[in-house]
């Protein structure tokens, strides 16, 4: 089944700075790549996702970029805010049409 | 419209109890799929069901079982619980097409003790 990978475990960021969470992957056949975030005691709530067939995409603040060949996408957060802290989770197609998950990033903002 | 539904929020039972967690999905959607979330760790996938049918089952022991209903509502049964099944259950629904994004439900606390 697909491995998921996600670095860093914790990253602190000062308020206004830019974050950059990365996972990599082990299925080349994986076509989409959702990123979900969960704060405390909440669901996971999806922030953003790609599909295999473009290699960016950005939302406002919040950006994901892919790179089929090297089997790596990542999660951009510019201008950080207080209220961006939270744990970050990156998902790619398991067997059929489950997601794996990484095992998150804690995201501090610091202002 | 109203978004995923869970119930309920919070469970405690003892070890060798069983469980009945329910879901409702988005209006419109026929796929639900359940992970189990430890503290600390991403989401870990249960079952998927899609149109009634289990279209996929993760590592897990054959103490939990699922179903989904004609209205596309599900629940997961979990028999002869033990200390590690204590987690938040989550259910996710989906269009059910490949590339279909995930929407959580808020959850079920469940504590084994």
């Known amino acids: 089944g697909e491995n998921v990978e996600q670095h860093p475990s914790t990253l602190s960021v000062q308020e206004g700075d830019s974050a950059v969470i990365k996972c990599t992957y082990s299925?080349?056949?994986?076509?989409?790549f959702p990123w979900y975030k969960q704060e405390l005691g909440k669901r996971p709530q999806l922030i953003i996702d790609?599909?295999?067939?473009?290699g960016e995409k950005k939302d406002q603040r919040i950006a994901v970029t892919l790179n089929k060949t090297a089997k790596h996408f990542s999660l951009h957060i510019t201008e950080t805010q207080p209220e961006d802290s939270a744990v970050y989770f990156c998902a790619a197609p398991g067997s059929g049409y489950a997601l794996n998950f990484g095992k998150g990033t804690s995201l501090l903002v610091t202002p | 419209d109203a978004g995923v539904t869970q119930s309920p929020t919070h469970l405690i039972k003892t070890r060798g109890q069983q469980v009945t967690l329910r879901c409702s999905p988005i209006?419109?959607?026929?796929?639900v799929s359940w992970y189990q979330q430890v503290l600390g760790q991403g989401p870990q996938f249960i079952f998927q069901y899609y149109e009634k049918e289990e279209r996929g089952r993760g590592n897990f022991p054959d103490r939990f079982s699922a179903r989904q209903f004609p209205n596309y509502s599900s629940e997961l049964n979990v028999n002869a619980l033990l200390l590690g099944d204590s987690a938040l259950y989550l259910c996710a629904s989906s269009l059910g097409q490949l590339s279909s994004a995930e929407y959580f439900g808020p959850g079920t606390r469940l504590t084994v003790t």
């Open positions: 209006s419109g959607h026929k796929s």
């Open positions: 299925d080349s056949a994986s076509n989409y």
């Open positions: 790609i599909r295999s067939n473009v």
